[in-house]
């Protein structure tokens, strides 16, 4: 009688071929891995790739360890990923477009004071108010525009770093001083008038203000002051000031166009390392002084330009560049006070000073076709030509 043997599959666990009478074969191939198998139990060739495999029964009694095995190297993954994730991304920036608290109708909008988050922007619209508060508080990047407005109190606006005001069509006054800025703060005043019993502007570095369209900056002590870097443009607009109308330190760029007048019942402009000053048909008008710039400074007048004062008009001290053409220097005491290495240049001016037209040590004074008026004293290291 024959005896029918059934062999296991070492690899998979399933069933060889089913064997009757006979010596069973040394060496076989599982129908279901593929695997080749010595009949005595020990694989030979690994199983196909692809083949259909049932679970192996020893398999089967370790897979929930390797299961748990298998989760938990997924969620240690998934957790180093977040967190790189989280160190790796770039900070978030400013929102695109404005987040904006807007007043669009006369007396609305958000109540006085008013705080202003980064980033945001505040439009303020048609509003009149008065305030024995600070009406707006703003902190870095935020951006305040104010249009047709009427408005009083102790400032207009405190901002931290990366501010910027815009002033439309409004007059605002400050019984303090109006606008306070840390870092890089930027103004714009268009057919708008703002005043202070203190400063108009009072801040660090890096700020650039124009004004355009008969706007007009009013002190009752300095209108600007800053620590430097500062640009101001001017266009058919004022700045008074009644100690000053600008006190910056370093690195300032002045530009006056179309009728632009800075003024001041002490010293205009008082400037110290590296000034630029450029007036274009406008004027400069003090009582001590109109320009004191120190350091390096360039100065140059056109079209009709004039710079005036009681006591001295220009007064510098170590290698400035002056230029005058077609533009007036005037002064009841010195017009022109150069110390040492001055470059002067006229070209059909007007230099008159009632003391001195011209007092300078030393450097180059090349005139032509130009009127001088008052006696000049100039060292014995000025270099002196004319056209």
């Known amino acids: 009688m024959a005896h029918t043997k059934i062999l296991v599959c070492p690899s998979c666990g399933g069933d060889l071929n089913t064997v009757s009478g006979g010596e069973v074969p040394e060496y076989m191939t599982c129908p279901r891995c593929g695997a080749g198998v010595n009949t005595s139990g020990t694989i030979m060739t690994p199983p196909s790739i692809g083949a259909s495999m049932p679970i192996n029964p020893a398999a089967r009694r370790r897979s929930p360890a390797l299961l748990a095995m298998l989760v938990g190297m997924v969620v240690l993954i998934g957790a180093a990923s977040a967190v790189f994730f989280m160190v790796s991304r770039p900070p978030e920036s400013a929102p695109d477009g404005p987040i904006a608290i807007t007043a669009s109708k006369p007396d609305s909008g958000p109540a006085f004071p008013i705080t202003v988050r980064p980033f945001e922007t505040l439009i303020l619209e048609g509003r009149k108010a008065e305030s024995a508060e600070p009406l707006i508080t703003c902190e870095s990047g935020c951006t305040i525009v104010i249009k047709n407005c009427r408005l009083k109190a102790p400032s207009i606006v405190r901002m931290g770093n990366n501010g910027s005001v815009r002033i439309e069509d409004s007059r605002l006054e400050a019984t303090g001083t109006a606008i306070t800025a840390e870092l ?184 032509e076709d130009s009127q001088i008026t008052g006696p000049q004293k100039l060292g014995p290291n000025v270099k002196k030509s004319s056209g």
Do not use: C
């Open 184 to 367: 890089n703060g930027k103004l714009t005043l268009h057919n708008s008038t703002l005043i202070a019993e203190q400063a108009v502007w009072d801040t660090g570095y890096n700020v650039e203000i124009r004004m355009e369209d008969k706007s007009l900056m009013q002190s009752g002590q300095v209108a600007v002051r800053t620590k430097g870097n500062t640009e101001i443009t001017m266009d058919d607009s004022v700045i008074s000031g009644e100690r000053g109308a600008l006190e910056i330190s370093n690195n300032a760029k002045v530009y006056l166009a179309r009728g632009s007048v800075i003024k001041s019942a002490g010293t205009a402009l008082r400037l110290e390392l590296n000034p630029e000053i450029r007036l274009d048909n406008s004027r400069i008008e003090g009582k001590d002084a109109a320009v004191e710039a120190k350091h390096n400074a360039k100065i140059s007048l056109m079209s009709g330009s004039v710079v005036t004062a009681e006591g001295v008009a220009v007064r510098t001290q170590f290698n400035p560049v002056i230029e005058v053409d077609g533009s007036r220097i005037e002064s009841d005491g010195i017009a022109m006070d150069l110390l040492n290495n001055a470059q002067v240049r006229l070209r059909n001016a007007q230099i008159k000073g009632g003391k001195y037209s011209v007092k300078m040590e030393s450097g180059t004074f090349d005139q």
